[in-house]
């Protein structure tokens, strides 16, 4: 028989209709205001920073209104180091000896969306009003900075790839590069000649029994000192193969959430003796909704997932062991997602999150959930062409620091002084 399944337009399906003041609106009215967040290098926080950044995340995102869906994503991709030209004869033997090595670079972007169809323009001007004070208390933190996104960051120009054609090439870079064909099938997906592979944090069950703020790096930490990086890192910076790690917080109605909870727990109650599993559900979910009332905290769906890639099928089972031990460094049960992989990646399309799955979700609290956050990126070069040359402790290529400068402390977070 002749297959006459048939290929669709991309530009027909694109979920985002306009970018309007900088701002994204998708085709269901929702607006989405997005970030470049810079992060702290890795290594150079003390648990109370990690502490700290953790409560400068909650604190901003309490100020959001309700229905807001949180989507964080940080993008990770492999380069190979490339040496300067017209350096000293020491310097040159220094860069021919790093010269081939990858780096890890991480493309940190926060986009907040209104998950409200549609929006008038009133309640737009209170969502970017909110969104404002959220930005000003990050930035104020002293460890992160927030950089709003403009419309060429987005959909980019004539010389440079934005956003858009980034993360639908799976590229991680703004070089520009023709759309390749999006492929799902029974195997998985496949974007040109990269095959993916999802993992998800979908159920409240596959967490750890704890999630804190940082973790300790066994790696560089002794018996007498601890040497720190974020609870999440296992799935960020330290997971050595191209990837994407979304992050999603859809902020609930407090009173809404509790009350569904309540009219849950009757209908347990009341169909205890069909199954004693009820009865134990009944429990957890009044547990919940005592937590709720009593520490005053933010009930939120969350939802976490890595989107990895190779090029050819023995390359994609490795990364999909690599992929699965980082998630078992943070507790988490493994969980190789091979039926949703195609609407998660749609739904992760910036901007679209209103349109992500509400069973792929799960009911915590907002300070757990910031706990998945990432929080460190790669260690930067100094903008001086002058300096000293180290080697960084994650990918050992070569970083440049000038020693004559007054390098910021983290909390100043790379601004000069």
């Given at each position: 028989m002749r297959n006459i399944s048939k290929g669709k337009d991309l530009c027909r399906l694109f979920p985002i209709y306009a970018i309007e003041n900088n701002c994204i609106i998708n085709r269901m009215g929702e607006v989405t205001a997005g970030f470049r967040v810079t992060l702290p290098e890795a290594f150079t926080l003390s648990a109370d920073g990690y502490s700290a950044i953790h409560g400068a995340w909650v604190k901003a995102l309490r100020v959001l209104p309700d229905y807001t869906v949180i989507h964080r994503q940080d993008i990770y991709t492999r380069e190979r180091y490339e040496s300067r030209e017209g350096v000293s004869y020491l310097s040159s033997c220094y860069e021919k000896h790093f010269g081939g090595r990858?780096?890890?670079?991480?493309?940190?972007?926060?986009?907040?969306?209104?998950?409200?169809?549609?929006?008038?323009?009133?309640?737009?001007?209170?969502?970017?009003?909110?969104?404002?004070?959220?930005?000003?208390?990050?930035?104020?933190?002293?460890?992160?900075?927030?950089?709003?996104?403009?419309?060429?960051?987005?959909?980019?120009?004539?010389?440079?790839a934005g956003l858009y054609e980034s993360y639908m090439n799976l590229s991680g870079n703004d070089r520009k590069k023709p759309l390749e064909d999006i492929v799902f099938d029974g195997g998985g997906m496949r974007i040109g000649d990269k095959r993916m592979c999802m993992h998800?944090?979908?159920?409240?069950?596959?967490?750890?029994?704890?999630?804190?703020?940082?973790?300790?790096?066994?790696?560089?930490?002794?018996?007498?000192?601890?040497c720190l990086l974020s609870f999440a890192s296992p799935l960020g910076l330290l997971l050595e193969t191209d990837?994407?790690?979304?992050?999603?917080?859809?902020?609930?109605?407090?009173?809404?959430?509790?009350?569904?909870?309540?009219?849950?727990?009757?209908?347990?109650?009341?169909?205890?003796?069909?199954?004693?599993?009820?009865?134990?559900?009944?429990?957890?979910?009044?547990?919940?909704?005592e937590t709720?009332?009593?520490?005053?905290?933010?009930?939120?769906?969350?939802?976490?997932?890595?989107?990895?890639?190779?090029?050819?099928?023995?390359?994609?089972?490795?990364?999909?062991?690599?992929?699965?031990?980082?998630m078992t460094q943070t507790g988490c049960l493994v969980r190789h997602n091979t039926v949703d992989c195609p609407v998660l990646f749609w739904s992760s399309i910036p901007g679209n999150g209103g349109d992500f799955p509400r069973e792929e979700t799960f009911l915590s609290f907002l300070e757990?959930?910031?706990?998945?956050?990432?929080?460190?990126?790669n260690y930067l070069d100094s903008p001086?062409?002058?300096?000293?040359?180290?080697?960084?402790?994650?990918s050992g290529k070569p970083v440049l620091v000038d020693m004559r400068r007054r390098h910021p402390s983290p909390i100043c977070n790379h601004t000069d002084m």
């Open positions: 990858s780096r890890m670079q991480s493309i940190d972007s926060i986009l907040m969306t209104g998950n409200l169809v549609p929006p008038s323009l009133t309640s737009c001007d209170r969502f970017l009003d909110a969104v404002g004070q959220a930005e000003k208390i990050i930035n104020d933190s002293g460890f992160i900075r927030l950089d709003r996104y403009t419309a060429d960051d987005l959909t980019g120009t004539k010389d440079k998800t944090l979908s159920f409240a069950g596959d967490l750890p029994e704890e999630a804190g703020t940082d973790m300790r790096y066994e790696k560089y930490s002794t018996e007498n000192s601890d990837h994407t790690y979304n992050q999603y917080l859809f902020i609930e109605n407090r009173d809404d959430t509790v009350r569904a909870l309540e009219s849950l727990s009757g209908k347990m109650y009341s169909l205890q003796q069909l199954s004693s599993n009820n009865l134990v559900n009944r429990e957890f979910i009044d547990h919940y909704i709720v009332r009593l520490n005053n905290l933010t009930p939120v769906r969350c939802h976490f997932n890595v989107m990895a890639w190779a090029e050819t099928d023995e390359e994609l089972r490795r990364v999909r062991n690599l992929v699965g031990s980082a757990t959930g910031v706990c998945f956050f990432t929080g460190e990126t001086s062409d002058a300096g000293l040359k180290f080697s960084d402790r994650i």
